[in-house]
């Protein structure tokens, strides 16, 4: 086996008499694949009272590469709009030559604030001959 760099090569036979044969056929070794970079999540927009998720968005997102996330998340829009549950994750983009980039820090995505319980109203006191207002307990 031979190991080249990138490069156009050929090649010869000499056998032990010291005759040397015709050049091999031209090979071609190509360059090497482009590894991505290890992806970027912009900043989480972390769940609220009202939604159980936090988005972020992929920085630099491709459409033609894959990005594959651990855990998985809920989905990825068209623009690279992650929307995820609680938790901490990290992902890896493949390139459309297959190479897969080094993992990116890691996401956190908080847990849904609490809403509080519906108030519950006391006994109402109202208004009298002398007293304009009311009140309750």
């Not at 972020?56 to 998985?72: K, R």
């Amino acid at each position: 086996m031979v190991t080249a760099n990138a490069g156009d090569y050929s090649f010869t036979v000499t056998n032990a008499a010291g005759c040397i044969s015709p050049a091999s056929e031209n090979l071609e070794v190509n360059e090497q694949l482009n590894t991505p970079a290890a992806p970027v999540a912009g900043t989480v927009t972390q769940p609220t009272c009202d939604s159980a998720t936090g988005t972020f968005q992929i920085v630099d997102y491709d459409a033609n590469s894959d990005y594959d996330f651990t855990p998985s998340v809920v989905s990825i829009s068209d623009s690279g709009l992650v929307t995820a549950n609680a938790g901490n994750y990290s992902f890896t983009v493949t390139n459309e030559a297959g190479c897969i980039s080094p993992a990116s820090e890691n996401i956190k995505v908080n847990e849904q604030l609490d809403t509080p319980a519906a108030p519950v109203a006391g006994e109402v006191t109202q208004p009298t001959c002398t007293t304009a207002t009311g009140s309750s307990k």
